[in-house]
């Protein structure tokens, strides 16, 4: 999650009484060490403002660590049960959708966790170099692309979101020359193997572009047909 999706997210979050939002259940949250330690703005912009509300959350992630409270992949009907189980009022998914083979399945599994007439909130890149996690499908929405994956939901807020470049990372990152040379050396280097080459090296091409997030805030309908949850 990119610090000015982080922001968004959490401005809009704001808006909404505690009680619609709890309890929350993220997807693909990482640990506590990822969101406090390594990606600050995650927690200090979207998590830590809720806690502070009394808002629960619970974290999901198919590896285990610290934070992570529901361990498990999110294809086995058994993690799916405990995923329902929750009940929340809000789900939150974020760059998730690029990481899987089928998208439309990824939703219909959000959906199917969600309870009637809760907060669907969805982030998916749409202008950023090609990432491993452990794979990427180049699946690159705009937001109304994102929006289609949740027919019948209410659309509250949806929005391309500029995050930053890769020139801001290595400005940000310390030291500027040994960081250019750190990174003029990813190209000459192909270190893990051509996927993992190429995710290093495509970044360049975000030297003097942004990054563009798509990102939305929907709302279920409290009544609706239902859908295919199940994923094979």
């Avoid at 403002?49 to 529901?70: C, E, K, N, W, Y």
């Avoid at 995050?163 to 990813?186: D, F, H, M, V, W």
Wanted: aromatic share 6%; charged share 25%.
């Amino acid at each position: 999650m990119r610090p000015e999706e982080a922001a968004w997210i959490g401005a809009r979050l704001a808006q909404y009484e505690s009680d619609a939002l709890s309890p929350m259940l993220e997807l693909g949250a990482a640990t506590a060490h990822f969101r406090t330690v390594l990606k600050p703005h995650i927690d200090r912009e979207v998590h830590a403002p809720l806690r502070s509300r009394g808002v629960t959350i619970l974290h999901a992630d198919i590896q285990a660590g610290d934070g992570v409270d529901i361990c498990g992949d999110a294809t086995r009907p058994e993690i799916q049960k405990r995923l329902r189980a929750v009940g929340a009022h809000c789900v939150l998914c974020c760059n998730m959708m690029e990481h899987v083979e089928d998208p439309a399945e990824l939703a219909r599994l959000c959906d199917s966790i969600l309870a009637p007439g809760g907060i669907m909130i969805v982030t998916v890149p749409n202008s950023y170099p090609f990432h491993l996690d452990p794979i990427d499908t180049y699946f690159r929405p705009s937001p109304d692309q994102l929006v289609d994956l949740f027919p019948g939901y209410k659309v509250i807020a949806s929005e391309a979101v500029e995050a930053g470049s890769y020139t801001r990372e290595i400005q940000e990152a310390g030291n500027l020359p040994i960081e250019i040379a750190k990174a003029a050396a990813k190209l000459i280097v192909p270190l893990g193997g051509y996927q993992k080459w190429k995710s290093r090296v495509h970044k360049f091409m975000w030297l003097t572009r942004p990054y563009v997030v798509s990102c939305a805030i929907l709302r279920k309908p409290k009544t609706s047909a239902k859908r295919n949850a199940a994923l094979h």
